[in-house]
């Protein structure tokens, strides 16, 4: 019984010791090749063929087969990329790192020739190039034939971890200033054309979280794009007079007005 159970574990063992070493042979023949990614098939050729035998891998199976058999034996540092026409294994980073690190190997290069350096979708790339335009990563250069070409603003661009951070401050710059739009928005449709509008309408509006409300608030304040304004609170419920708004030294204040 003993032996059973041991001869078990061993068998577990080795299983988990054949997913180990296969993606770690996957990952040696993609820095071998010098490519992020490459065809699903030229990968399984990556695998020892007697790990292949042991895994029951055959290079000749249908690319769907092999797809569901390589999903099995990735970690954190390989991912498959299924697109129309073709399916690749590559290395797990972002799209936006992707093109940078392309345009880093061949500075200048045409937003067609990008596209077809891409396991992307056309229209996954040209969104994700989009994004590093406005991020301030990557250039935009046109000819006098009006061909598209790109190269990095920065040579530190090329770095993994400077491309998230960039891209991290650049999401944190485009949620201010959605919130911004959407509390104008909510002034404008709550004030129905007044100049002084009840702060608390607009935070029952937009109903968001209160310090998101209070951060916005005072953000717009401190650019002098409204005005706070106090009051008489007499005539207002205690509801609304929690939902105004009272600044770090206890003044309370009713409406603003956009400047």
Not at 171 to 185: C, G, N, R
Request: include cysteine; charged fraction near 30%; proline fraction near 4%.
């Amino acid at each position: 019984m003993n032996k059973t159970a041991d001869e078990t574990i061993s068998i577990i063992e080795q299983g988990m010791m054949d997913v180990y070493d296969a993606e770690k042979s996957m990952m040696k023949g993609l820095e071998k090749a010098g490519k992020m990614f490459i065809p699903i098939k030229d990968m399984v050729r990556k695998i020892p063929q007697d790990l292949r035998n042991r895994l029951d891998i055959k290079v000749s199976a249908p690319v769907k087969k092999l797809r569901q058999q390589i999903e099995r034996l990735l970690g954190q540092r390989l991912k498959i990329y299924p697109v129309k026409k073709a399916t690749y294994v590559g290395k797990n980073i972002s799209s936006e790192e992707m093109i940078a690190q392309i345009i880093d190997n061949h500075p200048d290069i045409s937003l067609k020739l990008i596209c077809q350096k891409l396991p992307l979708t056309r229209q996954h790339a040209i969104d994700t190039i989009n994004v590093l335009i406005s991020a301030g990563i990557i250039l935009p250069r046109l000819n006098d034939k009006m061909n598209t070409f790109f190269t990095l603003k920065d040579p530190a661009f090329a770095d993994s971890e400077t491309i998230r951070a960039r891209l991290k401050a650049h999401e944190s710059i485009h949620s201010k200033e959605k919130e911004i739009v959407e509390f104008h928005d909510a002034y404008k449709s709550v004030g129905k054309g007044r100049n002084f509008v009840r702060i608390h309408r607009i935070r029952d509006a937009l109903k968001w979280p209160e310090n998101t409300f209070d951060a916005v608030l005072k953000s717009l304040m401190q650019n002098y794009t409204i005005e706070l304004h106090g009051g008489d609170p007499s005539s207002m419920s205690e509801e609304e007079i929690i939902g105004s708004y009272k600044d770090e030294k206890g003044r309370l204040f009713l409406t603003i007005s956009w400047r």
